[in-house]
């Protein structure tokens, strides 16, 4: 009974060393009699107990890895706090079992010796342009020494950039007078600017004032001449009339009768104003002689030439 006691639990002991049950994204190396054997996928698989061994177990998800803060000098002499963190995968289990003795240890050290490398081929200001590019100089130096290790780098990123005090003030005011430079030919395009949209405007305000008067002149000569035009006309269409009316019988008459009462008329005012000496023809048939006369115009008037 005992003995059957014993052999159970020894077929309990094997069947669980035997039996393995790898999880998802872990992958684990056996070991045959302390050499390499197999890598066990996810999932159940089956060892021989007592001779091979789980000697390795390995994540094969993306590991974030803080690098520790360092102080690198750049091209210019200028100490820099340079602080980063670095992000790889396992992709060799095997390697990663025997290529390394710490492979984590590895590549953080890489990655700072890497970086101050970098870091030490750059000016200051251009380590602040140039983040993306130290990034993926860091990631090509680190992975292609990482390969014997079973290690994928697949990024890395800068988390602070902290320049000394003094410099940073330096740079600080740098900014401040670059932003006063920028404030200042602002306005002097501003003031330029302005007075040209003045000149402008003037320039057009004087044009447009100069058509105005021309037109006004133009506008002015042209009424002149229709109004002349018009006097003309009038004055020409009233000669017709009259002329016309000479013509009908009895005109004559009737014009020497108007002449008469012209004359009588101007005599009347002339004789009105008391300051004025009327001196009276002594013959009155003067009168009539100059009527003749206005008739005689008249009538060769009528006459064609």
């Not at 995968?89 to 390394?100: E, I, K, W």
């Not at 430079?181 to 057009?204: D, P, W």
Request: charged share 20%.
């Amino acid at each position: 009974m005992t003995l059957a006691i014993v052999l159970f639990v020894i077929a309990v002991i094997f069947i669980y060393r035997a039996i393995q049950v790898v999880p998802q994204q872990n992958a684990w190396v056996v070991e045959r009699l302390g050499k390499y054997h197999r890598t066990l996928p996810p999932g159940p698989n089956f060892i021989l107990p007592f001779i091979d061994k789980v000697a390795y177990k390995h994540s094969l998800k993306e590991i974030p890895l803080d690098v520790p803060s360092q102080v690198c000098i750049t091209r210019d002499n200028t100490q820099l706090q340079v602080d980063g963190i670095l992000y790889f995968q396992v992709t060799d289990p095997m390697r990663a079992s025997y290529g390394s003795s710490n492979y984590i240890m590895a590549v953080t050290q890489l990655a700072q010796t890497s970086l101050r490398s970098v870091i030490g081929k750059l000016e200051l200001d251009k380590t602040f342009e140039e983040r993306d590019m130290i990034n993926a100089q860091v990631v090509s130096a680190i992975d292609e020494a990482a390969l014997n290790w079973g290690v994928k780098v697949l990024r890395y990123e800068i988390k602070d950039l902290t320049p000394p005090k003094e410099i940073l003030h330096a740079m600080q005011q740098q900014i401040t007078a670059e932003r006063e430079k920028r404030a200042l030919i602002a306005a002097s395009e501003g003031r330029r600017q302005e007075q040209i949209n003045i000149a402008t405007g003037e320039r057009e305000a004087f044009i447009a004032r100069s058509e105005g008067e021309k037109q006004a002149v133009i506008n002015k000569a042209q009424g002149e001449a229709a109004s002349i035009s018009a006097v003309a006309e009038a004055t020409a269409g009233a000669i017709e009339r009259i002329a016309a009316a000479i013509r009908q019988p009895g005109g004559e008459q009737a014009v020497q009768l108007k002449v008469a009462e012209k004359a009588v008329e101007a005599y009347s005012r002339v004789a009105a104003d008391a300051t004025t000496t009327l001196v009276v023809p002594g013959n009155m048939s003067e009168v009539s002689t100059l009527i003749a006369s206005a008739m005689k115009m008249v009538e060769s008037t009528r006459r064609p030439v």
